[in-house]
T-cell receptor, first 114, second 120 residues
Framework: KNQVEQSPQSLIILEGKNCTLQ??????????LRWYKQDTGRGPVSLTI???SENTKSNGRYTATLDADTKQSSLHITASQLSDSASYIC?????????????WGLGTSLAVNP | ETGVTQTPRHLVMGMTNKKSLKCEQH?????MYWYKQSAKKPLELMFV???????ENNSVPSRFSPECPNSSHLFLHLHTLQPEDSALYLC???????????????????FGEGSRLTVL
């Protein structure tokens, strides 16, 4: 069964610190993997989209890595800011079949405290 | 501002009411989506429209009725809902891929702010 699992479920860090969020997936074959940021009460916003051939992709202070062999991805946040407090959702698109619906993780809830 | 606008942002309705959620996108996309987001559950895809035609209905109960009059507007008509239908309803848009598949390939989804629905 195609699944996306994220860890930790929630995380609290101090402003200015770095953190890494994990995503493991069992989707096969695989087309691409996305990370979204969702502020409380708002819609998700795309951070990165990575295909199987990409190992690292950055978007400002956000850096996503992908290991297609081990089916793992991580999102690293550098020098965290209060505005980084949000839910971070990992999403995978299967690579085959007519029904290639996105498979969404439950998200990691990040709180950045002053 | 994502280019996708949803109204109303909040809605409280009784089980016998009829209401509608509205979504409008200003991005020139040709695919639009309705998602449901409930607590402690991943986003659930409800409906997909590609060039105004419904291409996907993920076994959504008939008390939810979508309407897509053109590629820029999407509605979700609600009637005789149940308390378990309370959730955040998200509209999204994207470009269809080269095969015309909505949200296919690396097509990025652009979400609205959502409509928080409470059914009493």
């Amino acid at each position: 069964k195609n699944q996306v699992e994220q860890s930790p479920q929630s995380l609290i860090i101090l402003e200015g610190k770095n953190c890494t969020l994990q995503c493991n997936y069992t989707v096969s074959p695989f087309s691409n993997l996305r990370w979204y940021k969702q502020d409380t009460g708002r819609g998700p916003v795309s951070l990165t989209i990575m295909t199987f051939s990409e190992n690292t992709k950055s978007n400002g202070r956000y850096t996503a890595t992908l290991d297609a062999d081990t089916k793992q991805s991580s999102l690293h946040i550098t020098a965290s800011q209060l505005s980084d407090s949000a839910s971070y959702i990992c999403v995978v698109r299967p690579g085959a079949g007519n029904n290639r619906k996105l498979i969404w993780g439950l998200g990691t809830s990040l709180a950045v405290n002053p | 501002e994502t280019g996708v606008t949803q109204t109303p942002r909040h809605l409280v309705m009784g089980m016998t009411n009829k209401k509608s959620l509205k979504c409008e996108q200003h991005l020139g996309h040709n695919a639009m989506y309705w998602y449901k987001q409930s607590a402690k559950k991943p986003l659930e895809l409800m409906f997909v429209y590609n060039f105004k035609e419904q291409t996907e209905n993920n076994s959504v109960p008939s008390r939810f009725s979508p309407e897509c009059p053109n590629s820029s507007h999407l509605f979700l008509h609600l009637h005789t809902l149940q308390p378990e239908d309370s959730a955040l309803y998200l509209c999204a848009s994207s470009q269809a891929d080269s095969r015309g598949l909505a949200g296919g390939g690396t097509g990025e989804l652009f979400f609205g702010e959502g409509s928080r629905l409470t059914v009493l």
